[in-house]
């Protein structure tokens, strides 16, 4: 699969015997399974690499509370608002663990917030759509968190030590979550027409943005190539969304809904499903600013980071003023 992405992107990687002794032995390491800890020398590419990615993936987290917040006060019932409510804490925990396993590297949190209101950052284009009826707490839950699920099991064993620890506890609550939205979804199948209708019209309107999650295609995926050979990638982005497409496409079979792709046949030799092109405009626009909501987005993580400011001159001033004694 690694020279597949190389040949694809035209990304080259270097050879063992084309780097220089630090990042031979860095490799090697690598290429032998050992953890790659903070304080270690690192090519500063892993580093800028790692980064990027741990930061969008923070960002990700902290943004995508924002579409099911919209919701708690609208839950339909107690049980289900303090599941919601627990779900949406659950997602702040997980951007606080991978801030701090970005920070090891030697960024700040600051620095990071700073990147990301200036749009030099990214956090994922699912969370640019908004969410119009309670059924999408339920899409949400057993797509969304079913496609982080996918991709991110795999980052438990990648190569950069607080990443993959950081993971471990997310990939679980994660776990949590694909089964709350699934249960919602059941109940709702389950009862009246029109409750039916409004799971079948969030399904519709989540399975597409569901799979672009997992990155363009594999033939324009730039980092790929690289990330694969530092273990920080571990399945190419067509392979991930493969494999969510075989896990769910029976899963919408047994709440009795329907997948809005006409192309979706079952394919007897190759053990899988084919699935209907993805529209890679579409992505790409959410992911240069032009989705639905990623202005609104921006604009409430601008008002926290402002509101939040007098907190941060506190904890600013109190540490200036410990250092001095
Ligand atoms: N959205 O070369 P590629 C969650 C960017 S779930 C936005 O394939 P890479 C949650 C990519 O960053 C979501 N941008 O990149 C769930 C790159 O642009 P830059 C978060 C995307 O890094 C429920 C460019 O496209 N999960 O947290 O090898 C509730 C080329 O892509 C997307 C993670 O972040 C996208 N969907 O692979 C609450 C998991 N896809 O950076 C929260 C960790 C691609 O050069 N991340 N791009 O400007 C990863 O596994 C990888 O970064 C990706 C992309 C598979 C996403």
């Known amino acids: 699969m690694y020279a597949q992405m190389v040949k694809s992107t035209g990304n080259q990687v270097k050879n063992l015997e084309e780097m220089e002794p630090d990042e031979r032995a860095f490799q090697t390491r690598i290429n032998a399974d050992i953890k790659i800890e903070a304080k270690?020398?690192?090519?500063?590419?892993?580093?800028?690499?790692?980064?990027?990615?741990?930061?969008?993936?923070?960002?990700?987290?902290?943004?995508?509370?924002?579409?099911?917040?919209?919701?708690?006060?609208?839950?339909?019932?107690?049980?289900?608002k303090a599941i919601l409510l627990a779900k949406v804490q659950d997602e702040a925990g997980h951007g606080l663990y991978l801030y701090c396993a970005a920070e090891t590297l030697g960024i700040s949190r600051d620095e990071m917030t700073?990147?990301?209101?200036?749009?030099?950052?990214?956090?994922?284009?699912?969370?640019?759509?908004?969410t119009l009826s309670w059924a999408d707490m339920g899409a949400i839950g057993w797509l969304v968190d079913g496609a982080a699920i996918m991709n991110q099991v795999p980052l438990q064993y990648c190569s950069f030590g607080p990443y993959a620890r950081a993971m471990v506890r997310i990939c679980k609550e994660e776990s949590?979550?694909?089964?709350?939205?699934?249960?919602?979804?059941?109940?709702?199948?389950?009862?009246?027409?029109?409750?039916?209708?409004?799971?079948?019209?969030?399904?519709?309107?989540?399975?597409?943005?569901?799979?672009?999650?997992?990155?363009p295609p594999d033939a324009s995926s730039v980092h790929s190539a690289q990330s694969f050979a530092w273990n920080i990638k571990q399945n190419s982005n067509d392979e991930l969304r493969q494999k969510f497409v075989d896990q769910t496409v029976p899963q919408a079979q047994h709440l009795g809904l329907e997948i809005p792709d006409a192309d979706l046949v079952w394919n007897e030799d190759k053990g899988s499903y084919d699935y209907g092109a993805v529209d890679w405009d579409e992505f790409f626009a959410v992911l240069s600013g032009n989705?639905?909501?990623?202005?609104?987005?921006?604009?409430?993580?601008?008002?926290?980071?402002?509101?939040?400011?007098w907190f941060r001159e506190g904890l600013t001033a109190n540490a200036q003023k410990r250092a001095k004694l």
Not at 50 to 77: C, D, M, Y
Not at 114 to 130: M, R
């Open 114 to 130: 700073e990147q990301l209101l200036a749009g030099k950052a990214k956090y994922s284009s699912i969370f640019n759509y908004p």
């Open 176 to 215: 949590f979550h694909q089964r709350q939205g699934f249960d919602i979804m059941m109940k709702l199948v389950g009862g009246t027409k029109a409750q039916k209708d409004m799971a079948q019209d969030a399904l519709n309107r989540w399975w597409w943005p569901a799979l672009m999650m997992f990155g």
């Open 291 to 309: 989705g639905p909501c990623n202005a609104e987005r921006l604009q409430a993580r601008q008002k926290a980071w402002d509101d939040g400011a």
């Open 40 to 80: 270690d020398w690192m090519p500063d590419g892993y580093r800028r690499t790692l980064i990027r990615q741990i930061s969008q993936h923070a960002h990700s987290e902290i943004v995508g509370q924002l579409p099911e917040s919209n919701w708690i006060k609208r839950a339909p019932t107690l049980e289900r």
